[in-house]
């Protein structure tokens, strides 16, 4: 069964060091999703991608976040100068295309991240 | 704005039914969805129902979904140990495109 796959499983940084956390989405997937979930809280939105543009971000997603589809499979969430409240767990998604049950997100494994 | 509510802990003996209650706000909510996480491992998709259905079944799972309160349950039947995990409530809005997720219930199974 197809699965969206992340990599690497946990990172660990240094504050202001940048990060870049990899996914790759079901082959046949549109949209694309990153979110994140700190210890012991909710799992928030970041931003949603499509046809190789944001299609929407959150509050969170600053200036200190970008995403890209650098080729056809990965699809990669950078943050430039990481922050000690940047520790979290950070899942990559994918859906096919809204309408028609497509909403249905497919969700990685997760990459921990810890900034020391 | 959203927001998605769910018990924090809920602890069932082995063999029991287990139900899950989640509570959202916004009516446009197209699809619900429910979402495993077992200890350090990522978010498994259990089910979904879509707005216009009552309920859904799935093997040991039932969805329930009361629009009118915006009220969402999860029943497990036969709960094993295995179904020891944080279960997510979902709320999926078209407008949104994204998913907003509930705090999460921790399920203990007893052996």
């Known amino acids: 069964e197809p699965e969206v796959t992340q990599t690497p499983s946990h990172q660990v940084t240094q504050m202001g060091q940048e990060v870049i956390l990899r996914c790759v989405p079901i082959?046949?997937?549109?949209?694309f999703y990153w979110y994140r979930q700190i210890l012991g809280q909710k799992v928030e939105f970041l931003v949603s991608f499509y046809n190789n543009e944001i299609s929407e971000k959150s509050e969170i997603f600053d200036d200190q976040f970008s995403v890209e589809r650098p080729d056809g499979s990965n699809f990669t969430l950078k943050i430039r100068s990481t922050k000690l409240e940047d520790s979290a767990m950070y899942f990559c998604?994918?859906?096919?295309?809204?309408?028609?049950?497509?909403?249905?997100?497919?969700f990685g494994p997760g990459t921990r991240l810890l900034v020391l | 704005g959203e927001d998605v509510e769910q018990s924090l802990f809920l602890s069932v003996r082995e063999g029991d039914s287990s139900v899950i209650n989640c509570t959202y706000t916004?009516?446009?909510?197209?699809?619900l969805y429910w979402y495993k996480q077992e200890p350090g491992a990522g978010l498994q998709l259990l089910t979904y129902i879509f707005s216009n259905m009552d309920m859904k079944q799935d093997q040991r799972l039932t969805v329930l979904l009361n629009k009118k309160d915006k009220h969402l349950s999860l029943r497990i039947a036969d709960t094993q140990t295995g179904d020891s995990a944080i279960y997510f409530c979902?709320?999926?809005?078209?407008?949104?495109?994204?998913?907003?997720f509930g705090t999460g219930t921790r399920l203990t199974v007893i052996p």
């Open positions: 916004d009516s446009s909510s197209t699809y």
């Open positions: 998604a994918s859906s096919e295309e809204p309408g028609l049950a497509g909403e249905t997100q497919y």
């Open positions: 979902a709320e999926y809005q078209t407008g949104a495109n994204n998913l907003f």
């Open positions: 082959s046949n997937h549109l949209y």
